[in-house]
């Protein structure tokens, strides 16, 4: 097939790289990819259609990659890309504090990348997606392309912690009695934010029941996004 009225997938929970073959269907008026989980190179094919036409990709994981050189092109097609979903940022063990950096596709040295620690701008870098923290805070970076001008890419808030002293625990659950008992866990360079749930402990052995306290709960304790550094 390679005709149709338009092609409707926003919200569709789609994932992965937008197929090549959906370049195929040029005689449409819009195809509409918004609000899923997308990510990769945007192919220049995907706009093969007639002038004044439609293509929707805004709300997914995508970035500068293909977008830039769409823009280049000085395609009619109506392009709605903005805004994407946050990108993800790395870290990499090096010194007191780690190392950071993002991915967000197109040529290096048109991307303007804005660090900011604890809400406030704290180093602006051309062309060098990455950053040495140097110190304790929470940091995320806003990226901004000179071709493609209508799009900001924002990344995930990582938080620098220091002075930990062993090995990271991903997970950890005890039964207690009372909310006065203690959940103990340790923890060093890794994952180290954490949320505290409750849920009732039940007993299943009906000739103990008399011996089963409902007041009873569990605390579980998660980690996640945080990255701690030996000090």
């Not at 002075?163 to 994952?191: D, F, V």
Request: charge should be positive; proline fraction near 3%; hydrophobic fraction near 35%.
């Amino acid at each position: 097939m390679t005709s149709a009225a338009y092609i409707m997938l926003d919200h569709n929970k789609l994932t992965g790289n937008i197929p090549s073959t959906l370049g195929n269907l040029t005689a449409i008026s819009s195809k509409y990819l918004s609000d899923n989980q997308l990510s990769g190179p945007v192919s220049a094919s995907l706009l093969n259609l007639a002038s004044y036409a439609t293509v929707t990709l805004e709300n997914n994981y995508l970035t500068f990659d293909g977008i830039e050189d769409i823009r280049k092109s000085n395609s009619t097609i109506n392009f709605i890309y903005s805004p994407q979903l946050n990108i993800p940022i790395n870290y990499t063990p090096q010194g007191a504090f780690g190392k950071l950096s993002v991915h967000a596709g197109g040529t290096l040295s048109n991307n303007t990348y804005q660090w900011y620690k604890n809400n406030v701008l704290y180093k602006t870098n051309v062309g060098d997606s990455t950053f040495t923290p140097d110190g304790e805070g929470v940091y995320f970076v806003k990226v901004n392309n000179s071709v493609v001008t209508d799009l900001q890419l924002v990344s995930d808030n990582i938080t620098i912690v220091t002075a930990c002293s062993s090995t990271p625990i991903n997970m950890a659950t005890k039964n207690i009695t009372s909310t006065s008992a203690k959940l103990t866990w340790s923890a060093s360079q890794g994952a180290i934010k954490y949320t505290v749930q409750f849920k009732h402990f039940k007993c299943r052995n009906l000739h103990k029941q008399k011996h089963c306290n409902h007041s009873h709960k569990s605390y579980r304790l998660i980690i996640q996004h945080t990255i701690c550094m030996e000090g």
